[in-house]
């Protein structure tokens, strides 16, 4: 188990937020790809930030008592997210899990955003390992 890698579990088909999107389009993208959150990238794939479902909920109660115009990513977006490499011990990394840290982590190689990596993932693969569990509705990451 040592042996696999964030890269063994990383998702690479989500396409990330880019700087200057619109918080309806930020909303919409995080509902139709069922994340809790997503990086949030230059031009380059640069990861400059991190947007959550709760930040976008707090923009919107805010943005809708106030009425106030539309918010773009970086006005909702956390700076400097904790970010993972794609050679990363999985072990490593879901030992360093825990409550109030991130569900989700943009995995990097060379500075450029390349996927992620979400609690769900590592928990399937390593049920899948450990307990021999098949689950429904997973995509496998094999």
């Not at 390349?114 to 993932?121: D, E, H, L, N, S």
């Amino acid at each position: 188990m040592r042996s696999l890698k964030v890269a063994d579990v990383m998702w690479n088909h989500i396409e990330p937020v880019r700087l200057g999107t619109t918080l309806p389009a930020v909303v919409k993208h995080l509902l139709s790809h069922h994340v809790t959150g997503l990086p949030v990238v230059d031009m380059q794939r640069r990861v400059v930030g991190f947007v959550s479902e709760q930040d976008c909920i707090h923009s919107l109660l805010v943005s809708n008592y106030h009425h106030e115009g539309e918010s773009l990513v970086e006005d909702v977006m956390h700076g400097d997210p904790i970010t993972v490499e794609p050679d990363m011990a999985v072990v490593d990394l879901a030992q360093n899990l825990g409550h109030g840290k991130p569900k989700v982590f943009p995995v990097v190689d060379h500075g450029r955003l390349i996927g992620i990596v979400t609690r769900t993932a590592i928990l399937a693969k390593l049920s899948r390992i450990g307990l021999g569990l098949k689950i429904s509705g997973l995509a496998e990451v094999d």
